[in-house]
């Protein structure tokens, strides 16, 4: 039972903090809308993401470990702002190929990602039983295929459209996983969770509406000032 415990609170150290990247990404993004009228999207998105995600309380696992566990989510989060931000500068140049540069960041990021594989493969424990290296190839298939695919769409995104329009999507992700582990578990989400992917999406379309709106105004506003 108390294996079960820590791991729920993982699960709701880890929730508690990926439940802000959308509102990071898009505050990072500088979406020239007044934060008093963020507020509230960016609350609907923090608490839906919280509620949806949550499946447990801190249990007995520490408020050492927890620390550590969201100190570790944190720098996660941080390190995938700046990455989507630096990415977001390449990609808006019309002369990258975003094909060539999506191999090539996928490329670097497998390869970065070897001795953290080689890591875990050795120190963490093992139940005994082994893995088959056709489980490893499937996959090593799926997971290449699907990452070359959304990191593709990614950048194109990141092209047409502003970090900061960008960042309130980040919460589709967050849905979609949810609602693909419910249909490989062959189980209905509860009402908890259907009340908290809800309200992540009504704050990101809140985030979506207020920057655009804000766009919207800046660009109606430079023609003004040049006639004036």
Avoid at 33 to 49: D, E, I, M
Avoid at 89 to 106: F, I, N, P, S, Y
Wanted: net charge neutral; with cysteine.
């Amino acid at each position: 039972m108390s294996r079960q415990r820590s791991g729920s609170s993982h699960t709701t150290a880890v929730t508690l903090m990926i439940a802000t990247s959308p509102v990071v990404y898009t505050l990072a993004g500088r979406p020239g809308v007044p934060a008093r009228l963020l507020a509230l999207p960016v609350l609907a998105v923090v608490v839906g993401g919280i509620t949806a995600g949550v499946d447990g309380p801190l249990g007995d696992l520490g408020v050492g470990r927890v620390a550590v566990t969201v100190v570790l989510a944190g720098v996660g989060i941080a390190m995938w702002t700046w990455y989507g931000l630096d990415n977001a500068k390449v990609v808006a140049d019309e002369d990258v190929d975003l094909t060539r540069w999506t191999a090539t960041t996928g490329v670097a990021a497998g390869l970065l990602s070897l001795p953290l594989i080689a890591f875990g493969m050795t120190a963490l424990p093992s139940s005994g039983s082994g893995i088959a290296a056709s489980s490893i190839l499937v996959v090593a298939v799926i997971g290449l295929g699907s990452t070359t695919v959304a990191n593709r769409a990614w950048n194109t995104a990141s092209r047409r459209l502003a970090p900061s329009v960008v960042g309130p999507l980040l919460v589709l992700e967050t849905v979609f996983t949810m609602t693909y582990a419910h249909l490989l578990d062959g189980s209905m989400p509860t009402m908890q969770t259907l009340i908290g992917e809800g309200t992540l999406l009504a704050g990101a379309a809140g985030c979506l509406l207020l920057v655009a709106n804000a766009r919207r105004s800046q660009r109606e506003l430079v023609p003004a000032v040049v006639v004036a």
